[in-house]
């Protein structure tokens, strides 16, 4: 039973910053893609960032770049989603999702579609004040 526990959320003022971490009972080195997907209410689920943890190239969706940083750690088979500069508009309920395989270019295009993940966590709040 595959498990991804999100932690690191919580209330901060516009212009502050918050570190995501997801952490993973799969062996990330093995080839899997990653990604950050946020939720508000009534909203569709939207994809942030992805990486293919066999490789280094990240991808993000357009409204995050320069403000947010995907990253991994292999050997602790863990996911980090690094927020800075956030804005009211980035409150959400974000959670990390991970499927095996297949390629490092797929993995971009998955970020555009959930359905494409197998795996997800319960989602840590993320609350930006104006």
């Known amino acids: 039973q595959v498990q991804l526990g999100e932690s690191g959320g919580g209330s901060v003022q516009a212009g502050g910053s918050l570190r995501l971490s997801c952490a993973a009972s799969?062996?990330?080195?093995?080839?899997?893609?990653m990604a950050w997907f946020r939720q508000g209410t009534g909203s569709e689920r939207e994809g942030v960032a992805a990486?293919?943890?066999?490789?280094?190239?990240?991808y993000y969706t357009d409204s995050v770049k320069g403000r947010f940083t995907i990253s991994q750690d292999n050997a602790n088979n863990t996911l980090y989603l690094q927020m800075n500069n956030l804005t009211p508009e980035d409150t959400d309920m974000y959670y990390c999702?991970?499927?095996?395989?297949?390629?490092?270019?797929?993995?971009?295009?998955?970020?555009?579609?959930?359905?494409?993940?197998?795996?997800w966590g319960q989602g840590t709040q993320v609350t930006v004040s104006s």
């Open positions: 999702a991970a499927v095996k395989g297949p390629s490092d270019k797929l993995c971009r295009g998955f970020l555009t579609y959930d359905g494409y993940f197998t795996y």
């Open positions: 799969i062996n990330m080195g093995s080839g899997y893609c």
């Open positions: 990486i293919y943890t066999s490789g280094d190239n990240t």
